[in-house]
């Protein structure tokens, strides 16, 4: 029996080929400079977590609520303790505490102290290193804190939208807009729509499950699929209409006039192809109803070409 698959079909496979691919490479790296750096270390060397909070009784003291803390019990005292992360500490006692002995997250490069973080959680976070933040040597650090932690189940430094604001200053203003995304309010976070750890869309955008734009997952009823598409909902997505974050218009529009915003494409131009409205009813030269009093299925329409509610 043979089986006939379309371009588009055989284009999707290739492409989630390559993404298994690369995320398999980039898991295997990771761990593989992680299991080099083991190999390098004698057990000896590690004194336990009870030597530890000797010292750093602050640090000890609110770890027993923390993830890692609670992964190593999970794993029998084997997972995650002082020095997984810090390194053997045998050289760093017997020298009277001398820094240049452990390893210190929080002094290290970026590049290093993603590294010691992406030795454990690389399956999760696989993407990282060709994430923006990533790219940008924005280290795990730079967002999290193991030790100082206001968000304890995610070691965030401070909660959504804080702590995405004090490097995204330019998106902030965005969300105290006349209508917006109830970021501020609480209602959705900054990660609902983007991964921070990184993507394969610009932005670090999420896709939906049909891997289409992130908004459907709220906006289901513009998902589709139609029997009809309106292109620029395919080709160029939601933002050709609407402002992600907040604006001045209702719905987030980017133009106060709706008509205003159809007619940026659908108007008599040697640059756009789409359908120019015409007769008495599209006369723009008088005060007529908005063009969604009669196209009202603007995101795409299984009964009429023209995105009628009804066919014609």
């Not at 640059?271 to 006369?283: E, I, L, S």
Request: hydrophobic share 30%; aromatic share 6%.
């Amino acid at each position: 029996m043979r089986y006939w698959f379309s371009s588009a079909a055989i284009a999707a496979l290739i492409f989630l080929g390559g993404v298994a691919t690369a995320q398999k490479s980039g898991v295997s790296r990771i761990h593989a400079a992680a299991n080099a750096q083991t190999s390098k270390v004698n057990p000896g060397d590690f004194v336990g977590a009870d030597v530890c909070a000797s010292c750093h009784e602050a640090e000890a003291k609110g770890f027993g609520s923390n993830p890692h803390s609670r992964l190593a019990l999970e794993h029998g005292n084997a997972g995650v303790t002082c020095e997984s992360c810090h390194g053997p500490g045998k050289a760093h006692v017997e020298n009277g505490g001398d820094v240049t002995k452990i390893f210190n997250p929080a002094k290290a490069s970026a590049k290093e102290a993603d590294e010691k973080c992406l030795g454990c959680h690389a399956g999760q976070h696989a993407n990282f290193e060709r994430s923006a933040h990533g790219e940008a040597n924005v280290s795990c650090l730079g967002c999290h804190s193991v030790h100082g932690a206001t968000d304890k189940e995610h070691l965030l430094k401070a909660a959504q939208p804080t702590l995405c604001y004090q490097c995204h200053t330019d998106v902030q203003p965005q969300f105290s807009m006349p209508f917006h995304h109830k970021v501020n309010e609480g209602l959705i976070t900054c990660s609902d729509c983007h991964d921070p750890h990184g993507t394969f869309n610009s932005r670090n955008l999420k896709s939906a499950s049909q891997q289409d734009a992130v908004c459907v997952k709220c906006h289901s009823e513009t998902a589709g699929p139609f029997v009809y598409e309106h292109a620029p909902v395919k080709t160029e997505g939601c933002v050709s209409c609407h402002f992600p974050h907040g604006g001045p218009n209702p719905r987030l529009l980017t133009r106060a006039n709706v008509n205003t915003l159809c007619l940026q494409c659908h108007s008599p131009s040697m640059n756009f192809t789409a359908f120019t409205p015409a007769g008495p009813a599209h006369n723009q030269a008088a005060q007529y109803q908005s063009c969604l009093i009669c196209h009202t299925s603007i995101h795409g329409s299984n009964t009429s070409a023209v995105f009628f509610n009804s066919p014609e």
